[in-house]
């Protein structure tokens, strides 16, 4: 069956860099655009960004750019969050989801995602 497994959380100082992993597996991963989200305490899922199939293309919310940098490596079947210099504020749980539309028509629409990870803690604390 499909697996989505993130890892990488944990406990991260203001300022720091933390790298999250999504490794996928019992799916074609190439066939599928790869989105990251996040959910808060007591907020909803919010999208931070997409990959394309390919992992040549990435989309961002606008309120992430600049601050997390996705990348998607179709050869090891994982897809990566790499957080810059993150604040109390990105303390959530990280989720990634996989999708077969085509990324820019997936975006934010958490219908449109197939699979979903079981999320890893991120707490931004010092």
């Known amino acids: 069956q499909v697996q989505l497994v993130e890892s990488g959380g944990g406990l991260v100082q203001p300022g720091g860099s933390l790298r999250l992993s999504c490794a996928a597996s019992g799916l074609t991963f190439s066939r599928y655009a790869m989105g990251w989200f996040r959910q808060a305490p007591g907020k909803e899922r919010e999208f931070i960004g997409i990959?394309?199939?390919?992992?040549?293309?990435?989309r961002y919310a606008d309120s992430m750019m600049g601050r997390f940098t996705i990348t998607k490596d179709n050869a090891k079947n994982t897809m990566y969050l790499q957080m810059n210099s993150p604040t109390p504020e990105d303390t959530a749980v990280y989720y990634c989801a996989a999708t077969t539309w085509d990324y820019y028509n997936a975006l934010d629409r958490q219908s449109r995602y197939d699979y979903w990870g079981q999320g890893t803690q991120v707490t931004v604390s010092s």
């Open positions: 990959a394309s199939r390919s992992g040549s293309s990435v």
